[in-house]
C-alpha cells in the first residue's frame, strides 16, 4: 500500500483550560484553507457550547474512531480529526484505520452561542490529556470552545511547538471520496425515540473493541428491520424489502460514548430487495441543541470504503471534469449545496453538477450529509485529485488505453489483457457487463472494472456508456 507522511504542526497542544469566565475547550488547529487561501493556524470559533457534556462526549466519539482499526487486530496510525466550519455551524470528521467506518459530529448553530462560525477547514488537535478533560466534563459544567485562536496571529510564537507526522495510507484519502457518493444513495429508515435507541445501541455486541483501541471485529453481516412506523429495530438473517444491512455491530461501539445523551437515533440505507449483497449503512444519534453524531459502516468489517468504486464512473473524464473546475469556483462553504442552484449559477444540466460534484468529492472539497440530504462544502488538507492519481482500477485502465488494449466492434468491447481477452458488453441502456471475475464476482456493486473503465475511457464524452 501506497504511503505519504501527513504533517500536523500545532502552535500549542489542544487542551480545556480554566479561564475567568469558565472552562475553555481549545482546540490547536494546522494546515487549513479558508476563503482567503491556505493557513497556517486558521481560527474558526470562539463561544460556548449550549450542551458542552454532549458535544465533549460527541468530540471524543469522533476521536474513538480516528484511534481504532476495526478489522485486524493491528496498532492503528493516530489521525487528528477534520473541522470545518461552514459558516452557521462545525462539522468534525474522522476516519477509521481501516477505512471501514466514518464519523461525524455535527453541531449547529443551536449549539453554539457567540460569534457566528467562520468558513473553511483544517485538522485539530486530539491528544490524550485531552480525551480524559473531555472525558470529565458533566451536564452541569459550562464550556466555551475556541476553533483555533486570533491571538496567536500577533502574540505567538513563529513556528509550530506541537509537530506529529503520521504515515497517512492512500485508501484513508480515498475513503473520504467514497462516502460522499454511497450516502447520497440513502435514505431514512427507523427513526427509534431516546429510550428504544439506548435499549438497541446497548444490546448490540462490543466484544471486538479492545480496550487499547486495538479492533478485533469479525462479526458476521447482519441485517435489521424497521417495526411498525420505524419506530423499533429486529434483527433478520436475511435481507428483504426496507431492511438496513449492520455489517460487524461492534463498529457501532464509539456510539455508546453520547448514549445519555441521546435524543433518537435515525437510520439510513439504501433501498435493498430480497436476495441483496451486503450495503453500507448510517447510523445518528440525535443530541440536544441540534447536534448530531453519525457513524457510516462499510459493507462488511474486513471492506473499507476505499475500494467501493462509486466515484470511478465520474473520474473517467468526460463533461464532468471541466464542469467541476467550473462548480468549484461557485462553491462558496455552504452547508447545503443545491445542486438545482448550481446548475443555474453555472448554466449547466442538474445531472452534469450532480457528477461534477462527485469528482470535487475526490478531492475532498464535497461532503454529504443524510440528515439534509444534501451535500456541503469542505477542503480537506490534502493533495488535490490524489483519489485519482492513486486509484488502482483507474490507473490500469489507464494504462490498457495507452498499450492500445481496447478494441470495439458493436455492442462489444474486446479488451487485451497479457495473454488473454476480456469481453465488455455495452447495453441498450449504456451500462457495461464484463467476462472478467471482478464482474462474476462483485456484478457491478463495487464500481466498474478496469476493463469496463479502459471502454469508457476510449468513448466519446457525449456518446460515454455507464460502467
Known amino acids: 500500500m501506497t504511503q ?23 482546540l490547536a488547529t494546522s494546515g487549513g484553507t479558508g476563503p482567503l487561501g491556505a493557513t497556517a493556524h486558521p481560527h474558526f470559533f470562539t463561544g460556548a457550547l449550549t450542551a458542552p457534556a454532549a458535544a465533549a462526549a460527541g468530540l471524543l466519539a469522533v476521536a474513538d474512531v480516528a484511534a481504532t482499526r476495526y478489522h485486524q487486530p493491528q496498532r492503528p496510525v493516530l489521525l487528528d480529526p477534520v473541522v470545518t466550519a461552514n459558516g452557521d455551524r462545525l462539522r468534525f470528521e474522522s476516519f477509521s484505520a481501516c477505512c471501514g467506518v466514518y464519523a461525524r459530529l455535527d453541531v449547529t448553530a443551536e449549539g453554539l452561542a457567540g460569534a457566528e462560525p467562520g468558513h473553511g477547514t483544517t485538522n485539530v488537535d486530539v491528544n490524550h490529556p485531552l480525551r480524559e478533560a473531555l472525558s470529565r466534563i458533566g451536564s452541569t459544567d459550562a464550556l466555551r470552545l475556541s476553533v483555533g485562536a486570533e491571538e496567536l496571529a500577533v502574540t505567538g510564537p513563529e513556528g509550530p511547538l506541537l509537530e506529529k507526522k503520521v504515515p497517512l495510507p492512500e485508501r484513508w484519502v480515498r475513503g473520504f471520496a467514497e462516502t460522499q457518493v454511497v450516502a447520497a444513495g440513502f435514505d431514512l429508515r427507523a427513526e427509534l425515540p431516546a429510550a428504544e435507541a439506548v435499549r438497541f445501541l446497548r444490546s448490540l455486541p462490543r466484544g471486538g473493541q479492545a480496550a487499547n483501541g486495538r479492533g478485533g471485529s469479525r462479526g458476521p453481516v447482519g441485517w435489521v428491520l424497521p417495526g411498525p412506523g420505524g419506530r423499533t429495530l429486529r ?12 455489517p460487524g455491530p461492534e463498529r457501532l461501539t464509539a456510539l455508546q460514548r453520547v448514549l445519555r445523551h441521546a435524543l433518537a437515533l435515525r437510520v439510513y440505507g439504501p433501498p435493498v430487495t430480497a436476495g441483496a449483497a451486503p450495503s453500507a449503512s448510517a447510523w445518528e444519534v440525535v443530541l440536544p441543541a441540534g447536534m448530531r453524531l453519525t457513524l457510516t459502516l462499510s459493507p462488511d468489517v474486513s471492506r473499507g470504503f476505499s475500494g467501493e468504486g462509486g466515484v470511478l464512473t465520474a473520474l473517467t473524464g468526460g463533461p464532468s471534469e471541466a464542469d467541476a473546475e467550473l462548480v468549484s469556483v461557485l462553491l462558496a462553504w455552504e452547508p447545503r449545496i443545491d445542486p438545482a442552484e448550481l446548475a443555474r449559477e453555472a448554466g449547466l444540466p442538474v445531472e452534469r453538477v450532480r457528477a461534477a460534484l462527485v469528482r470535487l468529492g475526490t478531492a475532498g472539497q464535497v461532503g454529504y450529509d443524510t440528515a439534509e440530504a444534501s451535500y456541503f462544502h469542505r477542503r480537506l488538507p490534502y493533495h488535490a485529485g490524489r483519489a485519482e492519481a492513486d486509484n488502482p482500477r483507474l490507473r490500469a485502465a489507464r494504462a490498457l488505453v495507452a498499450a492500445g488494449a481496447v478494441h470495439r466492434s458493436g455492442p ?54 455507464t460502467p
Do not use: F
Open 4 to 26: 505519504a507522511v501527513l504533517a500536523y504542526a500545532y502552535r500549542h497542544p489542544s487542551a480545556v483550560l480554566a479561564a475567568p469566565d469558565g472552562p475553555r475547550l481549545a
Open 235 to 246: 434483527p433478520a438473517t436475511r435481507p428483504a424489502p426496507g431492511a438496513v444491512c449492520l
Open 412 to 465: 462489444i468491447a474486446t479488451v487485451t489483457v497479457e495473454d488473454h481477452e476480456q469481453r465488455v458488453r455495452i447495453a441498450e441502456d449504456g451500462r457495461l457487463s464484463c467476462t472478467c471475475l471482478w464482474w462474476a464476482k462483485y456484478r457491478g456493486g463495487r464500481g466498474p472494472c478496469k476493463h469496463a473503465l479502459a471502454v469508457t475511457l476510449t468513448t466519446t464524452p457525449e456518446k460515454q456508456p
